[in-house]
């Protein structure tokens, strides 16, 4: 050390700041200064020293000598400078940091955990991690990475977890476990959203997991949700939410705006529900909702009453304000039912019996299950009836107001049952287009339809014409050409303009080209076209002038209170003047009074039906009744 200057032993940079130093110890500025600062090592390398100067003067005052305490600080200050940049490493680290203490509560997080997250440092810290839990991993994929830190330390995988506003995203995680005299201290998760990496893979899930319109969970999810619960033995509602006549919504107006009111719909769902509740869309027209706490039928039937509030405002769509409303199907799990499929079948027993009884809603009971049963066995029965030709036609006369006498015939299916007895229409057609038998059925009654016509034609009757009921899904599935039908109506020898085809308004409203192919088929060879229940639809005039149609059939409900309902009755007259308008001729349905088949006829209704003037018949009995109007049997008319 002696003859070095002091220089000699600074580092260059350090030299500078010292020599204003001693400038001002020597100007009696201070008495002692303490530096940090680099020194060179003997070996040529720097070392951090911490120095203490005094200037010592002698008896005039005058400097003499530096007296000065060294202190090696190169460990502490490398130490510290190593803290320093670990925690600009922890702030500007683009991986979120995540440390919990050995209870698993959050203690510290970095910027990025905010940033990708969204939760803030105060939001998160005192939680546990669960509050980013997605719900996608069971109970299982965590306890398995508990044991992984317990037994080895560390854990790394990629995990779905779910920011502040819900949202789910993929994460890469790396868990450590701290450990001090043997026992965990702390943890430190470190994670990067992926979401970027992984936008295909994540394209994929989402297409698989969520429906693409409404953006809720679809079926598949709504089930793997359910399917946790139920294995957690939680207690919940699930409930099952239809549409009522969305199919009608669909096909009077057009499918954007179906679409358009199914994202209005889901909206408005997703408003009335809790954050816990879950909403998904589980079909066309279908919701399910999976509700926790919920333990009696009383809560769940208040919560099924809050979600039906929805539809009480009109859907603005389409520059027009549009009614809906839905039905609702309500199980409760464990009192119903603990695994998940059996739980979605339960809901959906209930709503189907909701809508058969034109109820809101309606909750599971046991005796649903029998009724599936019963309904399960009546459709294996019927389609053993359809193969068996054991159903039967019964006919409706369908009156000349003008001659007075039976100038057509509604095709009426019949089914007894040996067991139940009469089976109502109402009931096993709907059973048959469910069980895909429609048909078959449809099938057997143009049969047996054109060959009782055809007898009737050889007995005296040349002039009848029948009308047959054919349902959408009929129309769906035949050729073009209708040449199934056509053929039938051939081999009987028939004239087909004494068939008379009635369609739905549903089907009416549709107007897709194959059905319009179809139907132009059925009128070039010579058959007519009917509209069977005019105006219990979303009916629309303007169809009626763009198609071919030849009948229109007036349902009963225009009738029921005519002519002492002055509304009533200007609405009915209105709507004949219409249809006489548009060169087309009106069936009323419905005939019950004297009263109302003389307003009929004095309004110039060209055709009437209904019990007044006969209930349907069978063969037999109908060539009685059609020898009696023939020989002389009138309409009973009030002069």
């Given amino acids: 050390m002696l003859h070095r200057t002091a220089a000699e032993l600074h580092h260059p940079e350090d030299w500078l700041r010292s020599l204003a130093s001693y400038g001002e110890l020597v100007r009696g500025e201070r008495s002692a200064v303490t530096l940090e600062k680099r020194y060179r090592h003997k070996q040529g390398h720097d070392l951090w020293g911490r120095v203490t100067l005094t200037l010592v003067r002698n008896d005039r005052q005058e400097p003499e000598h530096l007296m000065l305490l060294l202190e090696n600080i190169d460990d502490a200050r490398r130490h510290a400078e190593q803290l320093k940049l670990s925690h600009r490493v922890y702030d500007n680290l683009s991986e979120a940091i ?27 810290c005192g939680q546990r991690p669960s509050l980013l839990k997605s719900g996608l991993h069971d109970e299982a994929f965590y306890a398995d990475m508990y044991h992984t830190l317990s037994r080895v330390g560390i854990w790394r995988g990629e995990v779905w977890n779910k920011r502040k506003n819900g949202k789910l995203y993929p994460q890469q995680l790396m868990i450590s476990a701290l450990r001090e005299g043997g026992k965990i201290t702390q943890y430190i998760a470190i994670f990067s959203d ?8 994540q394209k994929i899930a989402t297409q698989a997991n969520y429906d693409n319109l409404t953006g809720l969970p679809n ?40 679409d358009a009111l199914l994202r209005e719909v889901s909206d408005r769902l997703v408003s009335r529900v809790r954050t816990e509740d879950l909403v998904a869309r589980i079909g066309g027209d279908e919701f399910a909702f999976l509700v926790p706490g919920i333990v009696s039928r009383r809560q769940a039937e208040v919560f099924a009453k809050q ?49 058969r009884l034109g109820r809101p809603l309606d909750s599971y009971c046991a005796s649903m299950r029998e009724e599936v049963r019963q309904r399960h066995q009546m459709q ?11 159903l039967t036609m019964a006919y409706q006369p369908i009156w000349d107001n003008r001659s007075g006498r039976v100038a057509k015939l509604e095709a009426l299916v019949r089914w007894y049952h040996p067991q139940w007895g009469q089976v109502s229409p109402a009931d096993f057609i709907p059973l048959a287009e469910e069980a895909g038998l429609i048909q078959s059925l449809g099938a057997l009654v143009l049969w047996q339809s054109c ?24 129309f769906q599935t035949i050729d073009p050409q209708a040449s199934e039908w056509l053929r039938v109506i051939e081999h ?21 080209d194959q059905h319009r192919i179809r139907i132009e088929a059925l009128r070039q060879a010579g058959c007519k076209l009917a509209i069977d229940d005019f105006g219990t639809g979303y009916s629309a005039l303007t169809y009626l002038r763009t198609f071919p149609v030849d009948l229109v059939k007036i349902d009963r409900s225009f009738v029921r ?32 009074t004297r009263e109302q088949l003389n307003f009929l006829c004095h309004k110039g209704c060209a055709f009437t039906q209904g019990y007044l003037l006969s209930r349907p018949l069978a063969f037999d009995d109908l060539v009685n009744y059609l020898e009696l109007n023939r020989n002389g049997m009138s309409l009973p008319i009030v002069s």
């Fill in 194 to 201: 992926i979401s970027q990496t992984k936008l295909a893979e």
């Fill in 98 to 124: 995540l440390v919990c203490d050995a209870e698993s509560r959050i203690i510290s997080v970095n910027p990025a955990f905010e940033r990708i997250t969204g939760y803030l440092s105060e939001e998160a």
């Fill in 561 to 592: 209170h005519i002519p002492f309902n002055e509304q009533d009755s200007l609405l009915l007259d209105g709507i004949i003047n219409i249809v006489h308008n548009l060169g087309m001729q009106v069936v009323i349905e419905g005939v019950e």
């Fill in 380 to 390: 294996q029965d019927l389609a053993e009836a359809i193969k068996q030709e054991q």
């Fill in 219 to 258: 079926r598949w999810l709504f089930s793997r949700s359910l399917t946790r619960f139920c294995e957690r033995g939680e207690r919940f509602a699930l409930m099952v939410l239809d549409l009522n006549n969305f199919k009608a919504v669909n096909n009077s107006m057009d499918h954007h705006v179906g």
């Fill in 492 to 512: 009987f020898e028939l004239n087909p303009s004494d068939i008379i085809i009635e369609i739905t308004e549903s089907l009416l409203m549709e107007s897709s």
């Fill in 451 to 474: 060959r009782d016509l055809a007898r009737l034609q050889s007995s005296g009757f040349p002039e009848l014409q029948m009308s047959i009921n054919r349902s959408t899904l009929e």
């Fill in 307 to 355: 979600v039906q509030g929805s539809f009480a405002r009109p859907f603005m769509l389409a520059n027009q304000q549009l009614y809906v409303t839905a039905t609702i199907g309500v199980t409760l799990c464990p009192s119903d039912g603990s695994e998940s499929d059996e739980l979605l079948r339960n809901a959906e027993q209930a709503l189907f019996a909701a809508k």
